[in-house]
């Protein structure tokens, strides 16, 4: 296990680091991770053969919980279900961070002080623990299975990974 770090994590993020091959990751960098029921849902809808299909079928089946409602206030923000029950959970357990890329769930995150970080922030804190030797081939192959990374956002990522 990781450090002391409590992630709640939703599918675009797995998604992503399954096809990158590194769902490992999300053990070796944080000591608690949740992944609410209709994160799971959202996944399972998906290809029979996706990385993170498969590992939510089996090594990770532990890590899926359900969640309780979720606020009305965080409701009007009118999210999907995955990243709703991300930010109830992160919200209602102190110490969590909520693993999440939608840009309007972000905004709705800042709004309600949850704290956040994205498949960025992950490959970042994989860099800096060791975990990976080089950055630029993982963003690399994260834009070419999905994860959009604007010209600026990717050359400050590299800044911020020594690259």
Excluded at 2 to 21: F, H, R
Excluded at 54 to 72: F, H, N, Q, R, S
Aim: net charge neutral.
């Amino acid at each position: 296990m990781g450090e002391s770090a409590k992630w709640v994590v939703n599918a675009s993020p797995l998604i992503c680091l399954g096809k990158l091959g590194h769902l490992d990751w999300l053990n070796q960098l944080a000591s608690d991770i949740v992944i609410p029921v209709g994160v799971a849902g959202e996944i399972f809808t998906g290809p029979a053969d996706d990385p993170a299909r498969l590992w939510l079928k089996t090594d990770a089946a532990a890590l899926v919980c359900a969640v309780g409602p979720v606020g009305e206030d965080m409701k009007a923000w009118d999210l999907g279900s995955g990243e709703s029950e991300v930010l109830a959970w992160a919200r209602g357990h102190r110490g969590y961070t909520a693993i999440i890329d939608d840009r309007a769930a972000r905004r709705c995150a800042d709004v309600l002080n949850i704290p956040v970080c994205g498949t960025l922030g992950i490959l970042l804190r994989a860099k800096r623990a060791g975990l990976c030797p080089k950055l630029m081939p993982l963003l690399e192959y994260a834009s070419r299975v999905g994860l959009y990374l604007s010209p600026v956002l990717r050359k400050e990522v590299l800044r911020l990974a020594g690259e």
